[in-house]
Each structure stands twice: as structure tokens, then as C-alpha cells.
């Protein structure tokens, strides 16, 4: 069976994902399955997403180091969560020294429950790495060299490569979900948004391509969202991802976040800041996007050599590239790796001579800071996890640690892991940072960093269901409500004085990033309200039409109450729940990767 490997034929894969996977089934022996979780012995808490907690364990069979990353159930009865499925089937495929490897699955039991209904507590078994990029910037002792930055954006490409080459969309690339370890290796993690993408490959010389099918918009942390994701493009390419390595290039530059939008809006005003305003010389085709719909903005050029003008002509140059408005011609990863920029001095680090740091996790990040996350409130309708044991309390001295913790150490209700000033900003100004001194050669960095507030989580804001008919936002933790204005008045909020407004991106909407909820990735039609804007719900509008068109959003909008009567009208629709979940489990499996 051919192993996915670096360089594959462009075209080697093509067809359905099912074809897809089964020509690229990992061999047995990279992948042993599912042990249990006392295999393990607990070392501490790395982190904790919207999506997962991550936990540094010590095998006690090989006595490798490894990370396990606990799936979180919303809801016990709507089983497992289709993201943490589609991120398992995907990792399982991968195999590159760029890529992060999924070792096996762990399985926790209640042991001492007597509820026979209680479901077992899923684990995602990766090799530890030391860091994550989004905490090594943050960590004040840490200085990044020019050779060290190229050496890891070399790494990051060549991992991007493979997974676009193996048609892999992976959707939600950031700095803190590129993890790095001691020995200078940078792998690309977190696959929950990953996708099998249908179209070509990039090739050579062919930037991003085009794609012929629509792919859902609500995709990629805001922060590294591109413009034409922002505008609504459906029918987007690996250029997504590209973008998104450009803004962490950038990230390295400059030691903090170079996009930070407090909006969708706000979001698309700084990208026009700094790659200048579109035309339709500069990216083509723009106008007709559905979010640039009565789009008004002064024309302003580009300011991105002014900016980065400290970090030299080639990290400009390359940055241009990676940043192109114009999505069909934004470079690809194969051809980054060509750029001069990688040839010029200083050359690149070896991976083995980049000096190793201190541990720098999510929660390493609120250390450096000197700040403790508070606790937000508990979700309405159910817990995170699947109840209270966490890990069957048996033998490692951790009871509890599951569970009662997915809540309490929730960061900020500003949806984020940081907080956010006193007015809702996020403390990140941007204009200071042409100002500063290239990272590599800043000696003062510990006192002179910027104020990163917010390392990057996607906006969980699910603006169309946040708000219930009672006018009261749904109190489940996960939404950004505080930013939230009740109305959905569209159009016409314009961005800063002068600057973007109109119908396309509302500063009073953001997109939304779909989460381990329970109804994630769910298809059929017992769908709470909020789920319209929730991952591959465009996508499937238009399927759910074809199939008689039962249930319409709108409609379903307007009779929408609380959380309580939606799950009874849900109850008295499905007549054979275990059926339905059948049924469910088996779209699921196979829709995958479509979505
Ligand atoms: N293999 C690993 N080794 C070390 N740390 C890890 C590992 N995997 C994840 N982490 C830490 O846990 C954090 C969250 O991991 P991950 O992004 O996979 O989970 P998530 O729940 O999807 O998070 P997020 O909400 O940030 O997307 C990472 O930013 C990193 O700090």
C-alpha cells in the first residue's frame, strides 16, 4: 500500500476519499490502535482548546513521552464528535517528518459508574513536542534568529506541501497549532478543520489554482483568515493555507500576531492596510465575492515593505508572495520553497543547531504573563467531557483531573484564551510594530514586547444562534457573546472612519469557527438553531434542499425558543433514536472527509 510521502505525484491521488484513504492506509505497525489510559502515567496539563485538553503523559510500557489530547463531549448522547473523528481518520493517513503523528487512541473507562449509558473518555495519543510557536513568541527569554525563523518557515512549507499535494486542506493553520520540539522540528497539528480537498494539486508555477466545488466559508482563526475567506469565496483553494503561513511568517518577524482583527470587518480593513486595497489588477474577480457587496473604501497602497522594512528585501519579498490578495496567483508551498529568500544569507539553521528553550504550552503562556485565566461560566445544557472520574481515578493520583477541569480552566469569555481590554479590544496595536527592531536582532525583548493578548483562537461566535427569541444570548461558554450586539441588521457597518463598509462583512457578525459541540458536523435535520453558521453548514444547504428540502433555516429560526424546547421538538421527531444514531454514524462515516 503506498505510504503518502513527500514530493508524490501530483496527481497520484485522485477520486473519492474513500479512495483516498485506502490508498493511503498507514502500515499496521505506525499505528497500534487504541490502549488504555492507566498505559499511562499523567504528567500535567499542556493546554486546553475550545476543542480538547492536552495533557503531557509518560507511557509507562515505553516510557516515550507523549501528549494526549482528551476529546471533549458536549453531550454524551450525541456520541463522538464528528470534528474529533475527522481529525483522527486524517492523522491516521499522514505520515511526514513535518506533519504530527498520531500514535495511537487511549481509552479511559468509567470504571466505578454504575450508568451503563456513560460513554468512555477518548484520547488522542501524540509524541510530545516541547512547544508551540504561538508560546515560544510569547516566552520573553526566547529571541528567534533570522536562520532559526527560515529554518522553521521551511519546515512549515514542506509540511503544507505534503498535505496539499496529498489533497489535504487543513484550514485552521495558526501559530499555536504548529508545535516544535527541542530538537528544532516543527510539525503541523490540530487537523479538527482539516478536509480532503477535491480539486488538483498545486503545481509548479500555478499558485493556488482554482478550485470547481464549493467548500464551506467558516473556516481559519480570524487572525489568519484570508481575504477571500472574509469576502465569502466558496470555491477557495490551498491558498487558504498559504495565507495563513504568510501570517505567521510574519508572526516570527515581529514576535506577535501581524493581523489581529477585533471583527470580521475590522479584520478585512487591516489586511487592505497593509497589502493595499483591492483592484481588479491586484485581485481579480473580487467585486462579484458575496461579501464585497456594496464594499466601500478609500483606495490606499500597500504598506507592507514599510512595515517589514527591518526584516530586509527577501522576507518583503516572500511575505508579498505569501500575502497576495489574489488568491489564483498567492505563491504555493512548492514554490515558497524555491523563493531566494531560503538561498540568501543567512541561510537557514539546521534543525539540530537551533538552541533548545524552556517548555512554552498554552498554559506556559499565561506564566509568562504573570496572569491567571478566570474562569468562565459553566455551559448551559450539559457538560464538556463526559461527566465527573475524569480518569477513573484508579492509579495515577489524578482524580478528577478530566472532567472538573474542562470548564474551570476555560479561558476568557472573550472566546479567546486571553483576555481582552476594557473595551473589548484586543491589546495588540498594530502601527508600533514597523517601529520595532527585527526579532533577531532585538537584545531588549523581555521588556520590550509588544502586549500579545491574543494568541489565536477562531472566534467561536455563532452570531444567528447566539441570541434566543427571548432576546437573552444562550449561555453555553463557548460564544464570544460579550462582543455580540442583539442585532443581525446586515450591511452598512462600516469599518474605522473611512474605511470598509457595507454589505459583505459586518462588524456586528463574525464568522464561526464549528467546535466539538454536539451538533458539529451533524447533517441531519434535528439541527439546534445556532447551527447555521457552524463548519459545512453552507455546504449542505443546499444538499438538505435536494433531499426534499424538509426543514429550512429560516423557518426553523422563527419558531426557535430555548434550548429546552428545540431538544423536545427534536425528541418527537425521531422516533427510532437508535436508528437515527445508526443512520447518523453511518453519513458520518462516510462524509468525512467531504465536507
Ligand atoms: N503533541 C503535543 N505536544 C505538546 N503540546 C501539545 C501537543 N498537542 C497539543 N499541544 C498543546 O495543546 C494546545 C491545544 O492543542 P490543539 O490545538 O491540538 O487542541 P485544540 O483543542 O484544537 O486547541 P485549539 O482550541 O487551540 O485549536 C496546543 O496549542 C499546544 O500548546
Known sequence: MALPSQGASPNAIEGSPRTFAKEHQRPQNTFSGCSRITDYEVLGKLGEGTFGEVHRARSRKTGAVVALKKILMHNEKDGFPITALREIKLLKLLSHPNVLKLEEMAVEHHQKSTDKRKRAIMYMVTPYMDHDLSGLLENPSVTFTEPQ????????????????????????????NLLINNQGILQIADFGLARHYDEEVPRAGHGGGEARRDYTTLVVT?????????????????????????????????????????????????????????????????????????????????????????????????????????????????????????????????????????????????????????????PKGGTVGTGPGGWGGESNGNQGFGDRDSYGHRPHQNGSRYPADGNGAYRNSQPQEARRPPAWRRDD????????????????????????????????????????????????????????????????????????GP??????????????????????????????????????????????SRNSRTRSRSRSPIRDRGRASMERDRDVYRR
Open 149 to 176: 525563523i527560515k529554518c522553521y518557515l521551511l519546515q512549515l512549507l514542506e509540511g503544507l506541501r505534503y498535505l496539499h499535494d496529498n489533497h489535504i486542506l487543513h484550514r485552521d493553520m495558526k501559530a499555536a
Open 222 to 378: 480570524r487572525w489568519y483568515r484570508p481575504p477571500e475567506l472574509l469576502l465569502h469565496l466558496r470555491k477557495y483553494t490551498t491558498a487558504i493555507d498559504v495565507w495563513g503561513v504568510g501570517c505567521v511568517f510574519g508572526e516570527m518577524l515581529i514576535g506577535k500576531p501581524i493581523l489581529s482583527g477585533d471583527s470580521d470587518a475590522n479584520q478585512l480593513k487591516i489586511i487592505f492596510d497593509l497589502v493595499g486595497t483591492p483592484t481588479d489588477e491586484t485581485m481579480p474577480g473580487w467585486r462579484s465575492l458575496p461579501g464585497a457587496e456594496g464594499l466601500n473604501f478609500r483606495p490606499q497602497p500597500s504598506s507592507l515593505s514599510q512595515r517589514f522594512r527591518d526584516y530586509g528585501s527577501g522576507a518583503i519579498s516572500l511575505l508579498r508572495e505569501l500575502l497576495k490578495l489574489d488568491w489564483k496567483k498567492r505563491i504555493n508551498a512548492i514554490d515558497a520553497l524555491e523563493h531566494p529568500y531560503f538561498k540568501n544569507d543567512p541561510l537557514p539553521a539546521r534543525a539540530g543547531d537551533i538552541p533548545t528553550f524552556e517548555e512554552s504550552h498554552e498554559l506556559d503562556r499565561r506564566k509568562f504573563r504573570g496572569q491567571k485565566a478566570a474562569p468562565p461560566p459553566a
Open 445 to 516: 525583548r523581555p521588556d520590550n514586547r509588544p502586549d500579545t493578548r491574543l494568541p489565536p483562537r477562531p472566534p467561536p461566535v455563532d452570531h444567528v444562534g447566539v441570541w434566543t427569541d427571548t432576546g437573552r444570548p444562550i449561555q453555553d461558554g463557548y460564544r464570544d457573546r460579550d462582543r455580540l450586539p442583539r442585532s443581525r441588521a446586515g450591511g452598512g457597518s462600516g469599518v474605522g472612519s473611512g474605511g470598509v463598509g457595507g454589505g459583505g462583512a459586518r462588524s456586528d457578525v463574525d464568522t464561526y469557527i464549528p467546535t466539538y
Open 519 to 564: 451538533d458539529a458536523g451533524r447533517r441531519d435535520d434535528r439541527a439546534r438553531d445556532d447551527r447555521r453558521r457552524r463548519d459545512d453548514r453552507d455546504d449542505r444547504d443546499d444538499r438538505r434542499r435536494d433531499r426534499g428540502g424538509r426543514i429550512d433555516y429560516d423557518d426553523r429560526r422563527k419558531g426557535s425558543g430555548d434550548d429546552r
